[in-house]
């Protein structure tokens, strides 16, 4: 399985952006795919998931109204608006996908997700 994010860059804040996710193969083969990110000096967070088959989505919550999170499921590929951003937006970010294996249910911690892309810096100047 490979997932490759790209489309970050430097935006403006109160800015947008959107990033792309590819997945590797013809079929998703997992429950859902998140974003989380990681900025300099912090630990991971959880920023968005949807879960592909039925396009449920939920947000972390300081993104919660800002971003979207979808997904095109005949081009195997998941995306991030992000819109109204902020300084603090700034972070290299991670699409991940689960397993597929067990119960069907959203994970948020980082280490439920054992697929993870290299990650797109977004950088958001004040």
């Known amino acids: 399985v490979q997932l490759q994010a790209f489309g970050g860059g430097l935006v403006q804040a109160g800015g947008s952006l959107r990033i792309s996710c590819a997945a590797s193969?013809?079929?998703?083969?997992?429950?859902?795919l998140a974003w989380f990110r990681q900025a300099p000096g912090k630990e991971r967070e959880f920023v968005a998931l949807?879960?592909?088959?039925?396009?449920?989505?939920y947000y972390g919550d300081s993104v919660k109204g800002r971003f979207d999170v979808s997904r095109d499921r005949a081009k195997n590929t998941g995306y991030l608006q992000m819109n109204s951003l902020k300084p603090e937006d700034t972070a290299v970010y991670y699409c991940?996908?689960?397993?597929?294996?067990?119960?069907?249910?959203?994970?948020?911690?980082?280490?439920?997700?054992?697929?993870w892309g290299q990650g797109t810096l977004v950088t958001v100047s004040s």
């Open positions: 193969g013809r079929t998703f083969s997992g429950y859902g």
């Open positions: 949807i879960m592909w088959s039925d396009g449920v989505t």
């Open positions: 991940v996908r689960d397993s597929g294996i067990g119960v069907r249910r959203p994970r948020f911690k980082s280490d439920e997700y054992p697929y």
